[in-house]
């Protein structure tokens, strides 16, 4: 059996009695230029017909998609979930589709996306970036597509970001565990890299203990998915420092994730026998043992700038490249209790 093919605007016009011109006014909101009895027998005939435009090619023909593209490093994680939601909320509103592209961390698959968006012929683009080589900024500066990253900045690329205010947000993190007492901070990120974030945490993290000079401050960097290094890590500054109260403040929800299964793993409780700090508020916090305290990053609110910031920029606003700082806030709870 052959599938019948999809009815085209001829087919409306045919059944209609009358001209492909005039459908195109009725499908164009020009419909006061046609008469109540045409402007009936169109709207009969695309009911009758279940006929749908082609909203790409609209689009295209007017020489807009109000299509935004979304490039997201992890979508696994809590963090790009939320700020998907704000901006999805955003495009909504300002009757744009969002076409989302997870990258996994893979710059590879980054510089593929963008390709790909760029045929689809978008509007603008939201970033959040993993390191993007210079081929592939060349390419995107040559484009001179509107562009808006949040989280991640790109070295030595001028563009609108929309992010955390990651010193305000480690000093008080950190100034809440001197507060609390802990005598010995451990700052733990994935491998800096070139991710701003991370640099900008622990460098506020190593600013603040610097005005507390009997606080001992260290610093780590372990890839995310390495439990054994971790581990190590992790065992070697609980002994280091016997005798002392410790915490850790995690540089993300991710790897605060993998800090409670390694605190499982070397049987070590948060609360009593380590204190633990993690940026990001998750689900699970306020349920794993005795909670674990957060720092919340208001991540809706972030996509949700983001987007009508690319859209500012759709719109021809050309003014100097804008940073947006949010601030985040302390969500304390038994993990760092006295």
């Not at 451990?186 to 009997?214: C, D, I, K, M, W």
């Amino acid at each position: 059996m052959v599938k019948s093919s999809r009815p085209t605007i001829s087919d409306v016009a045919k059944a209609a009695k009358t001209g492909k011109t005039s459908v195109s006014r009725f499908l164009n909101g020009e419909q006061h230029l046609l008469s109540d009895d045409l402007r009936q027998r169109i709207e009969q005939a695309i009911a009758r017909l279940d006929y749908r435009p082609s909203q790409m090619a609209r689009g295209l023909k007017r020489g807009r998609t109000r299509l935004i593209g979304l490039i997201i490093a992890d979508i696994t994680n809590p963090y790009s979930v939320d700020v998907l939601s704000g901006i999805e909320a955003a495009c909504r509103e300002q009757g744009f589709t969002p076409l989302v592209c997870n990258t996994n961390n893979e710059v590879n698959q980054e510089q593929h996306y963008l390709d790909l968006l760029r045929s689809y012929q978008v509007e603008g683009i939201v970033v959040n970036a993993v390191g993007m080589r210079e081929d592939a900024l060349n390419r995107l500066q040559q484009s001179a597509l509107p562009m808006v990253l949040i989280d991640r900045k790109i070295p030595e690329f001028a563009c609108d970001v929309v992010g955390l205010d990651n010193a305000q947000a480690a000093t008080t993190a950190t100034e809440h565990l001197v507060q609390q007492g802990f005598e010995a901070i451990l700052f733990l990120s994935e491998p800096l890299g070139t991710v701003n974030t991370r640099r900008e945490r622990q460098e506020a993290f190593r600013r603040t203990l610097s005005r507390y000079p009997h606080v001992r401050a260290e610093s780590a960097g372990v890839p995310l998915h390495d439990s054994e290094s971790l581990d190590n890590t992790l065992r070697q500054f609980h002994a280091s420092h016997r005798g002392m109260r410790k915490a850790i403040i995690s540089a993300n929800g991710a790897l605060t994730l993998q800090v409670a299964r390694a605190l499982r793993r070397l049987g070590l409780n948060w609360g009593s026998d380590i204190g633990l700090l993690g940026f990001d508020e998750l689900e699970w916090a306020e349920l794993a043992g005795v909670g674990i305290t957060t720092l919340k990053q208001p991540t809706w609110q972030m996509g949700y700038a983001a987007l009508e910031q690319v859209v500012s920029r759709i719109e021809g606003n050309n003014d100097p490249v804008r940073e947006q700082s949010f601030s985040g806030e302390l969500i304390v709870r038994g993990s760092t209790a006295r």
